[in-house]
T-cell receptor, first 112, second 116 residues
Framework: ELKVEQNPLFLSMQEGKNYTIYCNYS?????LYWYRQDPGKSLESLFV?????AVKQEGRLMASLDTKARLSTLHITAAVHDLSATYFC????????????FGKGTHLIIQP | DAGVIQSPRHEVTEMGQEVTLRCKPI?????LFWYRQTMMRGLELLIY????????DSGMPEDRFSAKMPNASFSTLKIQPSEPRDSAVYFC??????????????FGEGSRLTVL
């Protein structure tokens, strides 16, 4: 059974700073996904990482995947208040399983 | 294009009452998922369907929960009887499972259920 662990679970940071959210998973995962959730809202897909070494960037967010270490990271560069949200990583254990297993989420607050 | 549509958005009910949550997936998607989100347990997969057929319901907490997908454009999640511990946000998500696709799920806005 795939287990996904994120850290930290809570993060308060100042605008302009850089930080990284870590996502470890327990067994082989075909792919790794990052989602964003604003309070009271739906989950929005940010990145899909399809293979070892994959790196995706969108604005101030960059995600990477190391399948050998079973680790994905979400790096935030020069944070701005609008990036305040909860970020989830999720994996697919493959082997015919079609649902995603989500981490607990990282609640990110960016203070002006 | 319309996204995943869920109703109701909010439901407040009393313990023992029946609750029915509804979902319309994105047109053309052949997978539909029901998730539950709580502070304590995070996002849990309850059940999912492929081509309207339930594939894995191992996440359904107990017999009080049931889900159906009578056609490709509609699914329901029913709780009968409801209990306070069922209070949560229930998300429906869909995806296209064809070859070469990314496998990402597209989520609805969620149904926030409060059982008093």
């Amino acid at each position: 059974e795939l287990k996904v662990e994120q850290n930290p679970l809570f993060l308060s940071m100042q605008e302009g700073k850089n930080y990284t959210i870590y996502c470890n998973y327990s067994t082989t995962s075909d792919r790794l996904y990052w989602y964003r959730q604003d309070p009271g809202k739906s989950l929005e897909s940010l990145f899909v990482l399809l293979s070892n070494g994959a790196v995706k960037q969108e604005g101030r967010l960059m995600a990477s995947l190391d399948t050998k270490a079973r680790l994905s990271t979400l790096h935030i560069t020069a944070a701005v208040h609008d990036l305040s949200a909860t970020y989830f990583c999720a994996g697919n254990s493959g082997g015919g399983a079609d649902g995603l297993t989500f981490g607990k989420g990282t609640h990110l607050i960016i203070q002006p | 294009d319309a996204g995943v549509i869920q109703s109701p958005r909010h439901e407040v009910t009393e313990m023992g009452q029946e609750v029915t949550l509804r979902c319309k997936p994105i047109s053309g998607h052949d997978y539909l998922f029901w998730y539950r989100q709580t502070m304590m347990r995070g996002l849990e997969l309850l059940i999912y369907f492929n081509n309207n057929v339930p594939i894995d319901d191992s996440g359904m907490p107990e017999d009080r929960f049931s889900a159906k997908m009578p056609n490709a454009s509609f699914s329901t999640l029913k709780i009968q009887p409801s209990e306070p511990r069922d209070s949560a946000v229930y998300f429906c998500a869909s995806k296209w499972g064809g070859q070469g696709v990314t496998g990402e799920l597209f989520f609805g806005e969620g149904s926030r259920l409060t059982v008093l």
